[in-house]
C-alpha cells in the first residue's frame, strides 16, 4: 500500500504545493508566485490540488512543511497549517529547512559543483548555506550581509534561491544561477521529508529564525 504526502511551502513569495505518493510518484502539484496572499490561497489551492488528484485529507499518510528560514510570516502560515492537519487527522508532520529544500532542487549539475543558496532575508542582507554536490550541508546556515556573501564567493559555483537573480551580473564566471532552483521544489520537499520520516526523524516544527524577530528587535529597543 503507498502512502500520500502533502507538502507546504510559504516561506518566501511563492506558494508551493505537492501530492507526491511514495509508490507513484508525483500525483499533483501548484506552484506559483503569490507574494502576500499565500494565507488567503494556502487552503484553498489545497483543495483544488485534492480534487485534481482524487483524494482527500483522509487519505494523507504525512504532512511536509518548510519551517524556514525566510519571510517571517510565510514560514508561520505553512507551518500552521501543518500542525493542524497533523493533529486533526492524527498522523505526523516533519519540518525541512528551506535551505536544504532549496538545494535539493540542483538536479542539473553536472560538474559536480558546491551549491550554494541564497535566500532574501531584507534590509541587505541573506540567508545562506553551502552544500555539497549532492545536496549534503558543508557549512551551518547563517544570516549576513549581501556585499559580504558576494565578496567570499569561490571561482565556481552553483548558486540557487530567490536572492540570487538581482546580483546575477556581479556572480564570478565560474558561478551559474539555476533559475528553476529560484524556489522550493513542494515534490522534493514531500521526499525528503518522507525519507527523514522513515530514517524515524521526529517532525521539528518550530520555525527556523536566524535572526530577531521584528516585534522582539522593537521590544528591546523600547526597553533600552
Request: glycine residues 8%.
Amino acid at each position: 500500500m503507498s502512502d500520500v504526502v502533502l507538502a507546504l511551502d510559504t516561506s518566501n513569495e511563492n506558494l508551493g504545493l505537492a501530492l507526491w505518493d511514495t509508490q507513484n510518484g508525483t500525483l499533483a502539484v501548484y506552484d506559483e508566485v503569490l507574494y502576500r496572499k499565500q494565507s488567503d490561497s494556502l487552503h484553498v489551492e489545497i483543495d483544488a490540488l485534492l480534487r485534481k488528484a482524487g483524494k482527500s485529507m483522509k487519505d494523507l499518510s504525512l504532512i511536509a512543511v518548510t519551517k524556514g528560514p525566510g519571510s517571517f510570516t510565510g514560514v508561520r502560515v505553512a507551518l500552521a497549517a501543518a500542525k493542524g492537519f497533523a493533529y486533526a487527522l492524527k498522523i505526523p508532520a516533519i519540518g525541512v529547512s528551506t535551505l536544504e529544500t532549496v538545494a535539493a532542487s540542483v538536479e542539473n549539475n553536472p560538474d559536480n559543483l558546491p551549491i550554494i543558496v541564497w535566500i532574501e532575508a531584507h534590509g541587505g542582507d541573506i540567508y545562506q548555506q553551502y552544500f555539497d554536490a549532492s545536496g549534503i550541508p558543508m557549512s551551518d546556515a547563517e544570516v549576513l550581509p549581501m556585499q559580504e556573501a558576494l565578496g567570499n564567493l569561490p571561482e565556481k559555483a552553483v548558486l540557487c534561491g530567490n536572492a540570487v537573480a538581482k546580483h546575477q551580473s556581479r556572480l564570478p564566471s565560474g558561478c551559474v544561477f539555476l533559475k528553476e532552483a529560484e524556489f522550493v521544489n513542494a515534490v522534493n520537499l514531500a521526499k525528503k521529508a518522507w525519507s527523514q520520516h522513515q530514517s524515524g526523524a521526529i517532525g521539528d516544527l518550530n520555525p527556523l529564525y536566524l535572526r530577531p524577530l521584528p516585534y522582539k528587535k522593537i521590544t528591546e529597543q523600547k526597553a533600552q
